[in-house]
Every structure is written in structure tokens, then in C-alpha cells.
């Protein structure tokens, strides 16, 4: 083995510490009970399993769970729907205006969410969707960002495939199912990996159109346990910290490949 091989796997073993430790250090603290926790202790004495049983106990943290996960999935699902078929029109499809009108679409990327967040509560209040999960997951359906990821994925067919295509029969919808999206495996994965993580860890939005138990999500649920009398018990709250981020997790392992090659694709030839 080279130096050069020795000193990449060095920095890269070193930036996986750093990483993970924050992770290692609240599993260590959701293992302790609160004696040790106000010690500073790094590592638990007597392992317990009692602040994963409290979390539950002191908020619906299940409820919040399924809601965060309901929402997530509904939020992935419409951007990669509307993406993907946004793409398709940018791409295969020749309207009047398609240049100006894409150029448009990715000045969206540049408005700030804070801009739009107003004037998106007011139509989700007038629709009478607070407190559901379409309040929480219709107004991100449409993300530029997804269009152009895909956008990009989708120019690299051949465009004589499509015309040979429409001499031969065969309806727009049909060519986009059966061969566009499955050559687009990656950046579709890529696409579903981020609005799902993004969608998860979303807290201001649901903390603007939600105010019951019932239709809260985990972000909210975790900034209730750290504002409630349990705020000093932090095996608790990390506890919880941990039951959160598993399903993410879970979902980065699984999609890493996918994910890594659709955010650099085109940017190496």
C-alpha cells in the first residue's frame, strides 16, 4: 500500500469519528440514567433501557413517528412524480416558450422558503388543511431542484429514440414508463433519498400548520420533550434523538451508491 493510499484512509477513518461520534455519544447518553448523565460520564456503567420506555411514555412519540413517516413518503412521492414528468416535458416535448419558462422554473431555487411560506400558510388555511397531512406535504410536490436533477438524466437519451417512437405509435406516457424511468434508476433513487431526509427533518413548516398531538411530526415532538419538565433528563431526550434518526440512517446506507452517483452525475465525464 502507498503513502498516498495510507494518508486518504487515515483522513477518511478520522472524518468518520468526527462524524460519528455526536451519533455514538447520544446513544451512550440514552443508555445511562441521570445520575451518570450529570456526572459527564462518556460511557455508561450499568446499561439501561428505560429512557427508550420513558420517550415513549412521556409524548405519543409513535404517533409522531407515523406522521413524519406518512408525510415523508407522500412528499417523496409527489416531487419524484412531478419531477420526473416536468422533466419529461422539458425534454421530449417542443412548446413555445420551453427556454424561457425552464429558466423560470430555476429562478424558483433562488427564492427563499421564508418568502413563500406566508402566502403558502394562507392557502393551505383556506383549503381547511391544517392539521392533516396534506397541509404538511402538498406545498414541497413541486421542487425545482428534482426537475433539473432528472431533467439533466433525461437529455442524455437519444431524442431520435422518441421520434422513432411517435413514427412507430407509441403514446408519450407509454415511452416515458417503458423506456425513459427505467434507464433513470439513479437520479430517481437520488431524487426519493433527499426529499425523503429533507421531508423527515422538516421542522418550521409543521410547526406552523399543526397544533395537536394528533398531527405533529418527530421534530416537534423532540423540541416539546427538550421544552417540557424532562428537559434536564437528557437519557430521555436522546433516547428519543435515536429512535429518529434510525429511519434515516437506515435510508442513507441503503441509498448511499444511488445517491453519491446522482448528485455527481454529469459533473465528471
Wanted: glycine letters at 6%; proline letters at 4%; a positive charge.
Amino acid at each position: 500500500m502507498t503513502l498516498r493510499k495510507v494518508v486518504t484512509y487515515t483522513l477518511l477513518v478520522l472524518s468518520a469519528v468526527v462524524m460519528l461520534s455526536p451519533i455514538a455519544y447520544a446513544f451512550s447518553i440514552s443508555l445511562m440514567d441521570g445520575s451518570e448523565v450529570l456526572k459527564g460520564n462518556l460511557i455508561p456503567r450499568d446499561v439501561t433501557f428505560d429512557n427508550y420506555v420513558a420517550a415513549f411514555e412521556r409524548i405519543p412519540l409513535m404517533t409522531y413517528l407515523w406522521n413524519s413517516l406518512v408525510v415523508a413518503l407522500l412528499v417523496m412521492v409527489g416531487q419524484v412524480v412531478l419531477s420526473s414528468l416536468a422533466a419529461f416535458a422539458f425534454v421530449f416535448i417542443d412548446f413555445k416558450g420551453k427556454g424561457l419558462i425552464f429558466m423560470l422554473f430555476l429562478a424558483t431555487m433562488m427564492v427563499p422558503w421564508e418568502a413563500t411560506m406566508v402566502p403558502n400558510f394562507l392557502t393551505i388555511q383556506s383549503l381547511g388543511w391544517l392539521n392533516s397531512v396534506w397541509g404538511l406535504s402538498v406545498p414541497f410536490f413541486a421542487l425545482a431542484f428534482g426537475t433539473f436533477l432528472l431533467r439533466q438524466q433525461f437529455k442524455t437519451i437519444p431524442y431520435e429514440m422518441y421520434e422513432a417512437s411517435q413514427i412507430a405509435g407509441i403514446s408519450r406516457f407509454r415511452f416515458f414508463w417503458n423506456v425513459v424511468l427505467p434507464v433513470s434508476k439513479t437520479p430517481l433513487v437520488t431524487l426519493s433519498v433527499y426529499s425523503f431526509l429533507t421531508t423527515w427533518n422538516m421542522y418550521l413548516w409543521p410547526l406552523l400548520v399543526t397544533n395537536t398531538e394528533q398531527a405533529r411530526t418527530v421534530q416537534i415532538g423532540i423540541k416539546q420533550m427538550q421544552s417540557n419538565e424532562v428537559a434536564s433528563d437528557w437519557g430521555v431526550v436522546m433516547a428519543a434523538v435515536i429512535l429518529i434518526i434510525i429511519p434515516t440512517l437506515m435510508l442513507l446506507f441503503a441509498g448511499q451508491k444511488q445517491l453519491q452517483e446522482g448528485l455527481t452525475q454529469g459533473a465528471v465525464k
